[in-house]
Nanobody, 120 residues
Framework: QVKLVESGGGLVQAGGSLRLSCTAS????????MGWYRQDPGKQRELVAS???????NYADSVKGRFTISRDNAKNTVYLQMNSLKSEDTAVYYC??????????????WGRGTQVTVSS
């Protein structure tokens, strides 16, 4: 059973920093790409950052230069360091991984989410 557990959200003032963590179980962590998504009420869930099994990161344009994704395979944990936070970063942040089912399809696994609120 795949389980993703996020932590580290909270309330922070604009310009501040937070670090999110996501610990995974039920997968061979080192072989899985991991990602962080976020969702604001009434909006679609969007990719914030992802990191391949080999450690290569990818970022949404809106967070480039401010957020850093990293992983620690020994701890089965992926991190999202968020600096220079803006009010528009306010959302529920979800940890994600997936299983490739072939033929271009995949099965996604999600954590329960952690709330990040940035006050202006």
């Amino acid at each position: 059973q795949v389980k993703l557990v996020e932590s580290g959200g909270g309330l922070v003032q604009a310009g501040g920093s937070l670090r999110l963590s996501c610990t995974a179980s039920g997968i061979t962590f080192s072989r899985n790409a991991m990602g962080w998504y976020r969702q604001d009420p009434g909006k679609q869930r969007e990719l914030v950052a992802s990191i391949s099994s080999g450690g290569y990161p990818n970022y949404a344009d809106s967070v480039k230069g401010r957020f850093t994704i990293s992983r620690d395979n020994a701890k089965n944990t992926v991190y999202l360091q968020m600096n220079s936070l803006k009010s528009e970063d306010t959302a529920v942040y979800y940890c994600n991984t997936y299983m490739d089912r072939g033929y271009g399809s995949r099965y996604d696994y999600w954590g329960r989410g952690t709330q990040v609120t940035v006050s202006s």
